[in-house]
């Protein structure tokens, strides 16, 4: 099922748009997708399981192209795959998709910026790409990258594990006595708060075209998020020259 996406602006590579009248990058709830089954992998498997498991996705998406109207990318750690399974979903007639494993991804920033710019570089323009599980300081990096979307689960997500989420840190509550006995759901609450707020803070950058400073900022509150940006920037600098503006 296709939904109705318009790119408004580049900031990088960073997509400012509208998906069905509203305003991305954006928080999507449970209600604002109704996402196909797939069949779920671990991230770090051999490649011929991996490849069943595409060929499965596939499968179920098709089934169920006239109930759903988002997808979910599957093939694990390999490039090939990801990208073998985006332009079949795309070809069943979707054009918003869930990437698969994103917990995963966060811990391993060169697999991360390789699958994800790969995707974004093969994905129809008109193809919106949705993280899930990002850490709230990897938010702006992920969006400068091309995602278009988070989804609100991270909050859940992370008050499960009792880690807080700020715009530039996660804190284990456990070693770290920000707040105490806090509730899974205030927490959880503490959490969503926090994405709602970046993302309107990523919207705005995107607005003043300095998504980039705000992505550079936040480069220096993690190992990971350094890394990040530092591979991006060398591998894959024609990539964002390609968007970028010149002033």
Request: glycine share 4%; with cysteine.
């Amino acid at each position: 099922m296709i939904r109705k996406y318009e790119i408004k602006s580049h900031d990088g590579p960073g997509r400012y748009g509208k998906l069905d009248g509203e305003k991305t990058p954006k928080i999507f709830y449970e209600e604002d997708l109704k996402i196909a089954p797939s069949h779920g992998s671990a991230y770090n498997i051999d490649k011929e399981i991996a490849k069943l498991n595409v060929r499965e996705t596939l499968r179920l998406a098709k089934e169920n192209a006239d109930e759903c109207d988002c997808a979910v990318i599957q093939g694990s750690k390999y490039i090939n795959l990801r990208i073998e399974c985006l332009k079949g979903l795309e070809e069943i007639g979707y054009n918003v998709f869930v990437i698969a494993n994103g917990d995963e991804l966060l811990t391993n920033p060169r697999e991360l910026v390789d699958i994800v710019v790969n995707l974004r570089k093969n994905a129809h323009p008109s193809s919106v790409l949705i993280f899930t599980f990002a850490e709230s300081s990897f938010m702006p990096i992920l969006t400068y990258m091309g995602i278009d979307g988070f989804l609100s689960d991270a909050s859940n997500y992370y008050s499960y594990l009792n880690v807080l989420q700020t715009p530039t840190k996660a804190y284990d509550l456990n070693s770290y006595g920000i707040y105490e006995d806090l509730t899974p759901e205030e927490l959880e609450e503490k959490n969503l708060e926090c994405l709602e707020f970046v993302i309107k803070e990523i919207q705005s950058h995107m607005e003043n075209s300095s998504l980039r400073n705000l992505v550079e900022e936040r480069s220096t509150t993690s190992p990971q998020n350094v890394s990040t940006l530092k591979l991006l920037d060398k591998n894959y600098m024609d990539f964002i020259l390609e968007y970028s503006q010149l002033f």
